[in-house]
């Protein structure tokens, strides 16, 4: 059965290639994650499709801006259904206070759930050299955190960091606090684009909510048999 801590990553650029995914997964997966590939081929339609069928959406656009537009972009998009939305914290506390506080008086206003905000700490592709290239002294590790207490007081859900920072996070911001890990590898598997990884059964060790999984599952040559192995290496950390 689906564990709703499995975020599959639906990273295609047909409704297609969605619907064949999903119904493979069927009972298995009951959360996606819609990027921008997706989104920006397919637009609102995906995620109506996937909410018609029970699903849960995590709507990834990573929004970056200066803090109106954010913010109002993230009221364009609250109506879709998602569960959650995000934004770059690199955008700053005023931008994130900005956008959480409009999330929420715009959903009050129209008297529908608002979806949870999280933040985008340190791309999971980003390594120690990347990193220095962009001139910042801090270790990754460290600016991670200092993102996601920031996020927390800006009053976001959570953020979206490396299965490597997930313990510093939740110590740091607590037990409710969302920490979304994408950069997960079963054991041996590609880490394809990724420089910050661990396995499923680490990341939830470490304290990480949600494990956002693609290539592993998409790209398998038994997409169910990948997702049920991953599910069932989750099982043993609860
Ligand atoms: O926000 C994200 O979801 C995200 C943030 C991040 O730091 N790293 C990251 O990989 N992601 C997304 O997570 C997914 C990871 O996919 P795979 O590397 O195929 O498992 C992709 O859809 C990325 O866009």
Redesign the pocket.
């Known amino acids: 059965m689906a564990d709703e801590r499995l975020i599959a ?1 639906l ?1 295609f650029h047909t409704l297609e290639d969605v619907k064949e995914l999903v119904n493979t997964l069927g009972d298995s997966v009951s959360y996606y ?1 819609v ?2 590939e997706l989104f920006y081929s397919v637009g609102s339609e995906v995620v109506t499709w996937l909410r018609g069928e029970g699903k849960e959406v ?1 709507l ?1 656009l ?1 929004l970056h801006d200066i803090p109106n537009t954010v913010a109002s972009g993230l009221c364009s998009l609250m109506d879709l259904g998602a569960s959650i939305l ?1 934004v770059h914290a690199s955008g700053g506390y005023t931008m994130m206070k900005t956008a959480a506080d409009r999330l929420h008086e715009e959903a009050a206003k129209r008297g529908i759930a608002c979806p949870k905000l999280i933040a ?7 390594n120690q050299e990347d990193w220095e290239g962009l001139g910042h002294e801090l270790q990754i590790k460290s600016a991670v955190v200092r993102y996601a207490k920031l996020a927390k007081k800006a009053g976001l859900d959570g953020v ?3 299965p490597q920072e997930a313990a510093l996070i939740r110590e740091a911001c607590g037990p409710d606090f969302l920490i ?1 890990t ?4 079963p054991a041996g598997a590609s880490a ?3 420089s910050r990884i661990a396995t499923p059964a680490k990341a939830l060790e470490a304290g990480a909510s949600h494990l ?5 599952i ?2 398998a040559k038994d997409p169910k048999a990948a997702a049920e192995a991953i599910l069932k290496e989750m099982e043993s950390v609860r």
């Open positions: 990553a990273d994650k990027g921008m995590f990834d990573k995000n985008v700490t340190v791309l999971t592709s980003i979206v960091a490396s979304v994408p950069g997960v590898r394809d684009d990724q956002v999984i693609g290539r592993p998409r790209a």
